[in-house]
């Protein structure tokens, strides 16, 4: 079985300070690592993905994530924060199975 | 950049009734989904659907759940009584590929039973 873990409800930060989601993960196999970002009355948004290649991946609107095998993570991560960033963050997994599972989702605040 | 539509963006039953849940995934798309979201927070995996059959399906799609895709556009998702505890967004997503291309998300259909 799949899962993902999103270890904080909330992360808050303030505009211009650098920002991290943390997330976890449990697979059978090699992971397919997700972040999706979700506003107010929306549908889920694609920021980026990890399949293989470098650790580092770089997406949408100045995020990136870093894989960490050993630690089984693939934290999301944004050198500057901009307030406009406030959102509901979630991790997911996938495997060829095709299903993704998705963490509980982590609230960012980032205030002026 | 091309979207996935979903019909109704809110829908009122009554318990006991029967509601359709309506998508259109993107065009050249080949693999479907239903999740749901309730109250706002964790997204809960239902169905994958691909080459016209289910691929996979949770322990929530039970048998008064259903998905078709009764024609070459539409993707649908069928509660055939409907409890209140299946008072949810519904969201539906497709991908050109199974697991490792993003999924693009429809902006979900909020069901509420009475």
């Known amino acids: 079985a799949q899962s993902v873990a999103q270890p904080e409800d909330q992360v808050n930060v303030a505009e211009g300070n650098p920002l991290t989601v943390k997330c976890t993960y449990s697979?059978?196999?090699?992971?397919?690592l997700f972040w999706y970002v979700q506003y107010p009355n929306r549908g889920l948004q694609f920021l980026l993905k990890?399949?293989?290649?470098?650790?580092l991946v770089k997406g949408s609107y100045g995020f990136e994530a870093e894989f960490n095998k050993s630690q089984t993570s693939f934290h999301l991560k944004k050198p500057s924060a901009l307030v406009s960033d406030s959102a509901l963050y979630f991790c997911?997994?996938?495997?060829?199975?095709?299903?993704?599972?998705f963490g509980d989702g982590t609230t960012l605040t980032v205030k002026p | 950049e091309p979207e996935v539509t979903q019909t109704p963006s809110h829908q009122v039953t009554q318990m006991g009734q029967e509601v359709i849940l309506r998508c259109v995934p993107i065009?050249?798309?080949?693999?479907f989904y239903w999740y749901r979201q309730i109250l706002g927070q964790k997204v809960e995996f239902l169905v994958s659907?691909?080459?016209?059959?289910?691929?996979?399906k949770s322990e929530i799609f039970d048998d008064q759940f259903s998905v078709e895709r009764p024609d070459g556009s539409n993707f649908t998702l069928k509660i055939r009584s409907t409890k209140l505890e299946d008072s949810a967004m519904y969201f539906c997503?497709?991908?050109?590929?199974?697991?490792?291309?993003?999924?693009?998300f429809g902006s979900g259909t909020q069901l509420s039973v009475l």
């Open positions: 997503a497709s991908s050109r590929d199974s697991h490792n291309e993003k999924l693009f």
């Open positions: 697979v059978s196999g090699n992971p397919y």
């Open positions: 990890y399949i293989t290649g470098d650790n």
């Open positions: 997911a997994v996938s495997t060829n199975a095709g299903k993704s599972t």
């Open positions: 065009s050249n798309h080949l693999y």
């Open positions: 659907f691909y080459n016209n059959e289910i691929s996979e």
